[in-house]
């Protein structure tokens, strides 16, 4: 009240699920399932393009090109939009943080698949579902109980199954080469996917200390600026010059660029609308859209014992989707009674 001489602020308090308010989402849960199911089909899409090229261009290259690609796309989608291309609010530093991070992601990434079986590199990229959850409970105070805990171990055991059956079949085409590799050093090796998957959980819960009111494509435009300046100077030093085949990739490399920014738009949306534990849980469906590519684009049919981890996948999401319906149902009718008490 004015003249109460009271100046101190207002604690802010926890919303009804223990969300500190200040990181709450959106409560747009729809939107963030949907965005979250998008972001893993757009992301899976770009890994198959980047697994096509890899024996072309180097992992320096290919993220310059990704990077050059997904800038030229957004920078027409915004002249469309007719948005300002000079973009400077409150929390773009947490967006510039976002774009120079992707980068040491990506050589994280790409390298695991280079250094160890294509099996281990990807469930242990995969425990990522796993430290977003941890780190949300931590930092923004969500409340991860055990449906959403249980959707995400389900989950995670859907990937390792998936991998094991993949193993079981194909186990001669994934072993690396006898070359007396230490086993102190395999298990270095064994850390760079899982740094990739911190780097990302980190990556991604910041978006949740951004101010909600900062669209979602000036986060993108930001964060796709320091990411472009971060690569290409590690390319004048460090990167490779293989002269781009445009006659056979050009589709590739603007694909690429198309996904790249789907993929930003979409997690940019889904971690500012959904809570961290239910949007990871439903991007492990990438693996059965890796499958489907893969099946589809490729002719490689999959073993039958994969569909086991198939659908301990689907499994997870299903329950997280129901599950959350029901708490947005409870929330509601909460709210409602709460309501009518007041009037």
């Known amino acids: 009240m004015a003249g109460s001489g009271n100046t101190d602020k207002p604690e802010i308090p926890d919303t009804t699920d223990g969300t500190v308010?200040?990181?709450?989402?959106?409560?747009?849960?729809?939107?963030g399932i949907a965005a979250s199911i998008i972001a893993a089909f757009m992301l899976t899409t770009m890994d198959a393009i980047a697994f096509n090229l890899r024996l072309t261009y180097g992992v320096i290259e290919m993220q310059l090109i990704r990077n050059v690609s997904a800038m030229v796309f957004l920078v027409s989608?915004?002249?469309?939009?007719?948005e300002r291309f000079v973009p400077w609010f409150g929390g773009a530093g947490i967006a510039v943080f976002r774009g120079i991070t992707i980068v040491p992601i990506g050589f994280l990434f790409f390298?695991?698949?280079?250094?160890?079986?294509?099996?281990?590199?990807?469930?242990?990229?995969?425990?990522?579902?796993?430290?977003?959850?941890?780190?949300?409970?931590?930092?923004?105070?969500?409340?991860?109980?055990?449906?959403?805990?249980?959707?995400?171990?389900?989950?995670?055991?859907?990937?390792?199954?998936?991998?094991?059956?993949?193993?079981?079949a194909k186990g001669g085409e994934w072993a690396l080469e006898d070359s007396g590799r230490p086993l102190w050093l395999t298990a270095t090796y064994a850390l760079l996917p899982v740094a990739a998957a911190?780097?990302?959980?980190?990556?991604?819960?910041?978006?949740?200390?951004?101010?909600?009111?900062?669209?979602?494509?000036?986060?993108?435009?930001?964060?796709?600026?320091?990411?472009?300046?971060?690569?290409f100077p590690v390319w004048v030093l460090f990167?490779?010059?293989?002269?781009?085949d445009w006659a056979a990739h050009w589709w590739q490399f603007g694909l690429m660029g198309v996904v790249a920014i789907g993929a930003a738009q979409a997690l940019n949306i889904a971690y500012r609308s959904a809570p961290a534990a239910v949007v990871g849980s439903l991007e492990y469906v990438a693996i059965i859209f890796a499958?489907?590519?893969?099946?589809?684009?490729?002719?490689?049919?999959?073993?039958?014992?994969?569909?086991?981890?198939?659908a301990l996948i689907m499994t997870g999401g299903v329950v997280?989707?129901?599950?959350?319906?029901?708490?947005a149902r409870w929330k509601l009718s909460r709210a409602d009674g709460e309501a009518t008490v007041e009037d």
């Open 239 to 244: 990167g490779e010059r293989i002269a781009l």
């Open 320 to 327: 997280t989707a129901w599950r959350e319906s029901v708490h």
């Open 291 to 310: 499958t489907g590519l893969a099946w589809f684009t490729q002719s490689l049919i999959p073993p039958v014992a994969i569909w086991f981890g198939v």
């Open 77 to 82: 989608l915004m002249l469309l939009r007719r």
């Open 198 to 231: 911190v780097m990302f959980s980190v990556n991604m819960i910041s978006l949740r200390f951004m101010p909600k009111s900062v669209p979602a494509i000036s986060i993108t435009y930001v964060g796709g600026i320091a990411s472009l300046l971060t690569i």
């Open 21 to 31: 308010r200040r990181f709450q989402t959106d409560g747009r849960l729809l939107l």
């Open 111 to 168: 390298s695991s698949f280079k250094l160890l079986d294509q099996g281990s590199a990807t469930a242990l990229i995969f425990t990522y579902p796993l430290m977003l959850t941890v780190l949300a409970t931590v930092f923004l105070g969500e409340r991860a109980g055990v449906w959403r805990w249980g959707a995400l171990l389900i989950g995670f055991a859907g990937v390792v199954a998936v991998q094991v059956a993949l193993w079981l």
